[in-house]
């Protein structure tokens, strides 16, 4: 019994190479596609209420707000309250005092660098 030829033992190692590269690439394909989102996605507050001066905010975002101070702005931009968050959970929903009541039946926004601004009504 004769062995391969040369030229079949060839393209026999050029077709696995192919296949093999192939497969690797769709295997590792799903991880490398993850979109690159901007960071105020990833961080994101949402106002569940507030009375006086105690408002309930929940982290809506993917990463952990920590030692943060949000300022509470007025519908003309004016800064009338401050609140700070020294830790809140991914998901986690908590009650913090601001240092100013808010008067009631008005819209305002919560702004700070890195989230995204956050409009409710008190």
Known sequence: MKGLSPI????????????????????VLPYAEKPV???????SLIVQSCEGNVIQVKNG??????????????????E????????L???????FDMNASLPG??????SQTGYQSVSFPC
């Open 105 to 110: 039946s008005r819209e305002y926004t919560i």
């Open 80 to 87: 009338v309250a401050w609140f700070y968050v020294s830790e």
């Open 8 to 27: 079949i033992a060839m393209v026999l190692f050029i077709a696995i190479t192919v296949i093999a590269g192939i497969s690797v690439y769709y295997w």
């Open 37 to 43: 989102l901007p960071d105020t996605v990833y961080r």
């Open 89 to 95: 959970d991914v998901g986690e929903t908590s009650y």
């Open 61 to 78: 975002g993917a990463l952990v707000i920590r030692n943060t101070n949000f300022t509470v702005y007025n519908s003309t931009g004016g």
